[in-house]
């Protein structure tokens, strides 16, 4: 099975800032996403941050990134229009996204949306259980009927989205909320997975569970042979008839 070329995105804020994700994420959410990546036998893994020049996506990368991961929170308003433009081409191109937690507000899942992505939240350590609701589903094998989290950020409907071309999990919370946690939508040649936990001061991305569904999802979004897409005027295939000349009246 060919393997996609795999970039990690975090803003790499959180963790500098506050000791308690220090102490969780020492080097990074995004280490530890790639990591879980590198433990389900990817091999092309690379990691960006919003400090480095052009946020780590430069051209270059995002030209040989198969599929983005992308993991934000706070810093939603720092990401450079520019840059969002360049991720927003590449996915319209063919490249897939997956879109982790408080990345529904990214300035790139908006645009792509094309809606407020609101939602309901609660940050009181309840027990979130996500189930599988479609469990033919690529990304969903190897999970079993859900995954348990015994403690997480609660997100509750209504979440402001599109319908999604399909639904994958749906999670439910001890406080008695739901939420569509697992999340697939195309945009022009691209695939991406919206999948909803991971707040910072939890240690998610250590859970196998979701490490399998973050592999799953990676290798599901890579880019897929395709019809060619051809925009813009051009030429008839057939021979057009010559059109008539209106009559000038005497």
Not at 22 to 29: E, H, L, N, R, V
Not at 33 to 44: K, P
Not at 91 to 105: A, N
Not at 135 to 157: K, N, R, S
Request: proline share 6%; hydrophobic share 40%.
């Amino acid at each position: 099975m060919t393997q996609p070329r795999l970039t990690v995105w975090n803003e790499y804020r959180h963790e500098h800032e506050n000791p308690k994700v220090a102490a969780i994420y020492p080097q990074g959410i995004h280490r530890a996403i790639a990591d879980g990546l590198a433990a389900h036998g990817f091999s092309d893994v690379k990691t960006a941050t919003l400090d480095e020049p052009e946020h780590g996506l430069t051209q270059d990368v995002l030209d040989n990134t198969d599929v983005l991961v992308w993991w934000g929170h706070k810093a939603h308003a720092a990401v450079s229009d520019e840059i969002v433009e360049r991720v927003l081409a590449r996915v319209l191109d063919g490249m897939g996204l997956i879109v982790l937690h408080s990345g529904h507000f990214s300035k790139v899942f908006k645009r792509l949306m094309g809606t407020g992505c609101d939602l309901k939240w609660r940050e009181a350590t309840d027990k979130e259980r996500l189930w599988v609701v479609s469990p033919a589903h690529p990304i969903a094998q190897g999970v079993g009927e859900y995954i348990e989290l015994p403690a997480e950020e609660m997100y509750g409907e209504h979440f402001d989205i599109p319908t999604p071309d399909e639904l994958i999990f749906v999670s439910w919370f001890t406080g008695g909320e739901v939420f569509r946690s697992g999340c697939t939508f195309t945009r022009g040649s691209g695939k991406i997975f919206y999948f909803r936990p991971g707040h910072e001061t939890y240690p998610t991305y250590f859970h196998d569970g979701i490490r399998r569904v973050i592999a799953n999802a990676a290798q599901w979004a890579m880019p897929t042979a395709s019809a060619p897409r051809s925009f813009g005027n051009r030429a008839p295939l057939e021979v057009l008839p010559q059109a008539e000349q209106p009559v000038e009246q005497q």
